[in-house]
């Protein structure tokens, strides 16, 4: 449950900033917020060593960001995501040009400038540090609480109940046919991951087999949706996005980077 320290938190509040400023249209809010964030190294070590794998640390964020990069390709071309309209906040559209590299220009050497351009209006770095705090404040005080409260009751669901064990039972064909050992107790973890990231790894940490610890171990981090931290974010935010299309977003990644990490899992084992 500490997961509210990763780097997913920093960037949707940012991506919802430059969202509500027209620096990006709905659907491209929509999709960096629930596409391109990212879980930080150092938690990701902590995921792995709740499995006792460490020393599998490099290929298991190998495989993350192979999973993510699968995800990001493919994930944006189906609904929901598809389905987003390119309009910005106001619903106006962008200009067509926008996007226009400038003669003379590459296409760094454009972005360069217009870096620079955006760094020449900050008016103070006092100005900055102060909005720097304030955003942390937020994030601390108003995602904290959330996360404590979700991961807490969901977890509690997971050790207590049989919701999430009946909820997974449709992945243990798919898991099998993926060539997962202990595929009936990996089930069990595919759905816990959208109450939260870290219950996953908990779960897991009884099972025997190596692999299978390894396969929830990276899914739980791949996986990116989770009411406890980004979910709470995202709906929170002014992100065109609800908790249905989560959902939605969330079963996707599960099936999209599943065989990803299970390809790669059984290169290891």
């Known amino acids: 449950m500490a997961s509210w320290l990763g780097d997913g938190s920093v960037g949707i509040l940012l991506t919802s900033k430059q969202y509500e400023n027209k620096f990006y249209t709905m659907r491209e809010a929509a999709v960096i917020g629930t596409t391109f964030s990212a879980v930080s190294i150092t938690f990701s070590l902590v995921v792995i060593a709740q499995v006792e794998l460490e020393h599998l640390f490099l290929p298991f964020y190998g495989a993350i960001c192979l999973a993510g990069i699968v995800a990001a390709i493919i994930?944006?071309?189906?609904p929901p995501l598809r389905n987003k309209k390119?309009?910005?906040?106001?619903?106006?559209?962008?200009?067509?040009?926008a996007e226009v590299t400038p003669k003379g220009h590459t296409t760094f050497s454009w972005g360069l400038d217009l870096a620079l351009?955006?760094?020449?209006?900050?008016?103070?770095?006092?100005?900055?540090?102060?909005?720097?705090?304030?955003?942390?404040?937020?994030?601390?005080?108003g995602v904290l609480p959330v996360v404590m409260g979700l991961g807490t009751v969901a977890l509690v669901i997971a050790e207590y109940t049989s919701v999430f064990e009946i909820l997974g039972t449709p992945f243990i064909p798919y898991l099998e046919l993926l060539g997962v050992p202990e595929a009936v107790a990996a089930s069990k973890t595919m759905v816990v991951g959208f109450a939260d990231m870290f219950i996953p790894s908990i779960l897991a940490a009884s099972i025997d087999n190596e692999m299978t610890r390894f396969v929830i171990a990276a899914m739980s981090v791949t996986q990116l949706i989770y009411m406890s931290e980004v979910g709470a974010l995202?709906?929170?935010s002014r992100i065109p996005v609800n908790i249905v299309e989560l959902f939605v977003i969330f079963i996707l990644r599960t099936l999209i980077t599943l065989p990803v990490i299970a390809g790669v899992a059984h290169l290891i084992f």
């Open 117 to 141: 351009q955006r760094a020449g209006t900050v008016t103070s770095a006092k100005s900055v540090f102060g909005e720097g705090v304030k955003n942390a404040v937020d994030m601390v005080f």
């Open 234 to 236: 995202l709906l929170g």
């Open 75 to 78: 994930i944006p071309r189906l």
């Open 86 to 97: 390119d309009t910005f906040i106001d619903g106006t559209k962008p200009s067509e040009d």
